[in-house]
């Protein structure tokens, strides 16, 4: 069967990133986008392979109970999101599914100890910052689904109610070599806009309202209106955040993320724990508020900047700026915990060796990709850790993204 042909299937999973899927006639498995395990749908072929295909969802035969109408009118288009089409709840559920199939079929664990995911309070208006890119005529828009063209956007209901109050009102056309529009915004409901181009900014650039705007070319961020840095409050800890330094984009769960890792990392006072991929010292600031010596490494130079405005004179701390992969065979401390909070592309293989010849007791991993996670997780195992459990979180609702905060004992 080629492109174009028209499948009825009755579809069994749902796969990490975003597609139900079902078996055909022939026992191939076809993934379909927007759809829900339990449904029997109608699709029509897109993409062909020897051992699997893609269909576009044409028609729903038979609908799952959990399937809703999604709230945004560019949903299925846009490829922002993917889950809008299903309730909260099931989406938390799938999550935790996902991260123990993963662990499963590519960390070969056996039954894996997941957790109930803990559910974003809301599913919708969470998000603390927003990316737009630019269509050919200067509007404002995201990806289109499974594409890198730039699709024009209306609306948008991920974003916090202050970045929603804001991005409509951008009128960038005018701006040239204009590439992207960020938006972002912390817990005093302060709004900063981000402008990424190629050269430098128009003399006459002028953003009404309470904003500030930051012009990136080659690297360098220059400041036109209002201060630079948001501050987001932490469970009563403040942390100002420079434009180019990654934050947590989830408002809401940032206080949860912090307390379980505190729980799973059960700081001893006085033992020397490493913060591995520590960005602004999120967790940096807690580990050695319970009493650690903390030794930290980031690459991001304004990053370690934010962490050393917010650790400034904390003499338990010891930051190492540069990659986690150069930096760390250079540091002699012997930790007794790790706690890693790697990019999406997880651990490199030399840095899971580095930390399990080590031996610190236990590790706690913060993964925002759960197949990495389970790759890596695969490597500590075969150097003598065992997984004791992994919690997802819901810091992307409506989206096949999931955050999940795992513990690993020697």
């Given at each position: 069967?080629?492109?174009?042909?028209?499948?009825?299937?009755?579809?069994?999973g749902?796969?990490?990133?975003?597609?139900?899927?079902?078996?055909?006639?022939?026992?191939?498995?076809?993934?379909v986008?927007?759809?829900?395990?339990?449904?029997?749908?109608?699709?029509?072929?897109?993409?062909?392979?020897?051992?699997?295909?893609?269909?576009?969802?044409?028609?729903?035969?038979?609908?799952?109970?959990?399937r809703?109408?999604?709230?945004?009118?560019?949903?299925?288009?846009?490829?922002?999101?993917?889950?809008?089409?299903?309730?909260?709840?099931?989406?938390t559920?799938?999550?935790?599914?996902?991260?123990r199939?993963?662990?499963?079929?590519?960390?070969h664990?056996?039954?894996?100890?997941?957790?109930?995911?803990?559910?974003?309070?809301?599913?919708?208006?969470?998000?603390?910052?927003?990316?737009?890119g630019?269509?050919?005529?200067?509007?404002?828009?995201?990806?289109?689904?499974?594409?890198?063209?730039?699709?024009?956007?209306?609306?948008?209901?991920?974003?916090?109610?202050?970045?929603?109050?804001?991005?409509?009102?951008?009128?960038?056309?005018?701006?040239?070599?204009?590439?992207?529009?960020?938006?972002?915004?912390?817990?005093?409901?302060?709004?900063?806009?981000?402008?990424?181009?190629?050269?430098?900014?128009?003399?006459d650039?002028?953003?009404?309202?309470?904003l500030?705007a930051?012009?990136?070319a080659?690297?360098?961020?220059?400041?036109?209106?209002?201060?630079?840095?948001?501050?987001?409050?932490?469970?009563?800890?403040?942390?100002?955040?420079?434009?180019?330094?990654?934050?947590?984009?989830?408002?809401?769960?940032?206080?949860?993320?912090?307390?379980?890792?505190?729980q799973?990392?059960?700081?001893?006072?006085?033992?020397?724990?490493?913060d591995?991929?520590?960005g602004?010292?999120?967790?940096s600031?807690?580990?050695?508020?319970?009493?650690?010596?903390?030794?930290?490494?980031?690459?991001?130079?304004?990053?370690?900047?934010?962490?050393?405005?917010?650790?400034e004179?904390?003499?338990?701390?010891?930051?190492h700026?540069?990659?986690?992969?150069d930096?760390?065979?250079?540091?002699?401390?012997?930790?007794?915990?790790?706690?890693?909070?790697p990019?999406?592309?997880?651990?490199a293989?030399?840095?899971?060796?580095?930390?399990?010849?080590?031996?610190?007791?236990?590790?706690?991993?913060?993964?925002?990709?759960?197949?990495?996670?389970?790759?890596?997780?695969?490597r500590l195992?075969?150097?003598?850790?065992?997984?004791?459990?992994?919690?997802?979180?819901?810091m992307?609702?409506?989206?096949?993204h999931?955050?999940?905060?795992?513990?690993?004992?020697?």
């Amino acid at each position: 069967m080629g492109l174009g042909t028209t499948l009825d299937l009755t579809l069994t999973g749902m796969a990490y990133g975003g597609d139900a899927f079902g078996k055909d006639e022939q026992g191939r498995v076809v993934f379909v986008p927007f759809a829900l395990p339990g449904e029997r749908v109608r699709v029509t072929l897109t993409e062909h392979r020897r051992g699997w295909a893609r269909g576009r969802l044409t028609s729903i035969l038979e609908p799952a109970s959990q399937r809703v109408d999604p709230a945004c009118k560019h949903y299925a288009q846009c490829g922002g999101c993917h889950y809008q089409h299903m309730t909260l709840e099931y989406q938390t559920s799938l999550k935790a599914d996902i991260v123990r199939d993963q662990l499963t079929r590519l960390g070969h664990f056996t039954a894996p100890p997941v957790l109930a995911t803990i559910p974003s309070p809301t599913p919708n208006q969470t998000r603390n910052h927003i990316q737009f890119g630019l269509t050919a005529s200067g509007r404002l828009g995201f990806r289109a689904a499974g594409s890198h063209r730039i699709i024009p956007v209306d609306e948008c209901h991920l974003p916090e109610p202050s970045i929603s109050a804001v991005w409509p009102r951008l009128r960038l056309a005018h701006i040239p070599r204009l590439r992207r529009v960020s938006v972002r915004t912390d817990t005093r409901q302060c709004t900063q806009v981000s402008l990424e181009a190629e050269g430098p900014p128009p003399r006459d650039l002028k953003l009404d309202g309470p904003l500030s705007a930051m012009w990136h070319a080659g690297g360098v961020a220059t400041c036109l209106q209002g201060a630079d840095k948001l501050e987001f409050d932490v469970m009563g800890y403040p942390f100002p955040v420079s434009s180019l330094s990654f934050f947590q984009v989830h408002n809401g769960l940032v206080d949860s993320l912090i307390c379980h890792a505190l729980q799973a990392m059960a700081v001893v006072p006085g033992e020397v724990l490493f913060d591995l991929y520590a960005g602004v010292g999120l967790f940096s600031a807690f580990l050695a508020k319970a009493g650690a010596r903390v030794v930290a490494v980031e690459l991001s130079p304004h990053a370690c900047a934010d962490y050393r405005a917010h650790l400034e004179g904390a003499r338990s701390v010891v930051l190492h700026q540069g990659a986690v992969e150069d930096v760390l065979p250079s540091i002699p401390d012997r930790p007794q915990g790790v706690l890693v909070d790697p990019p999406r592309s997880g651990l490199a293989p030399s840095v899971v060796q580095d930390l399990i010849a080590r031996r610190p007791s236990r590790i706690v991993y913060v993964s925002c990709d759960p197949s990495t996670l389970a790759r890596d997780g695969q490597r500590l195992v075969a150097g003598g850790y065992r997984l004791e459990q992994a919690l997802p979180i819901d810091m992307f609702p409506q989206t096949f993204h999931i955050e999940t905060l795992s513990l690993w004992r020697r």
